[in-house]
């Protein structure tokens, strides 16, 4: 796996930058020490993040979706609700 070079658009709002900056930072520190995993609370946090944002709502439901089928990871978005 490749490190990302890439950072969140500057037009999204602050708060989103930095949950997908982070999340992308972490995903560098996994590929870079070969960790089986990025902690699950990134991924919480930029859902969560997104979450609020109701134009990003079929991309939250969309990476809720795929981070949902991972087993370590059931129910983990009990307490996150995407606005319509």
Same mark, same amino acid.
């Given at each position: 796996? $490749?490190?990302?070079?890439?950072?969140?658009?500057?037009? +999204? %709002? *602050?708060?989103?930058?930095?949950?997908?900056?982070?999340? @992308? $930072?972490?995903?560098?520190?996994?590929?870079?020490?070969? +960790? %089986? *995993?990025?902690?699950?609370?990134?991924?919480?946090?930029? @859902?969560?993040?997104?979450?609020?944002?109701?134009?990003?709502?079929?991309?939250?439901?969309?990476?809720?979706?795929?981070?949902?089928?991972?087993?370590?990871?059931?129910?983990?978005?009990?307490?996150?609700?995407?606005?319509?």
């Amino acid at each position: 796996m $490749e490190k990302m070079e890439k950072l969140a658009v500057d037009w +999204l %709002p *602050q708060d989103l930058q930095d949950a997908i900056n982070s999340f @992308i $930072e972490q995903f560098n520190i996994m590929v870079e020490y070969d +960790l %089986p *995993q990025i902690p699950f609370e990134y991924g919480a946090n930029l @859902i969560s993040t997104m979450s609020k944002y109701p134009e990003h709502n079929k991309l939250t439901l969309d990476l809720m979706k795929v981070l949902s089928e991972e087993p370590r990871l059931k129910g983990m978005f009990e307490s996150i609700q995407v606005k319509n």
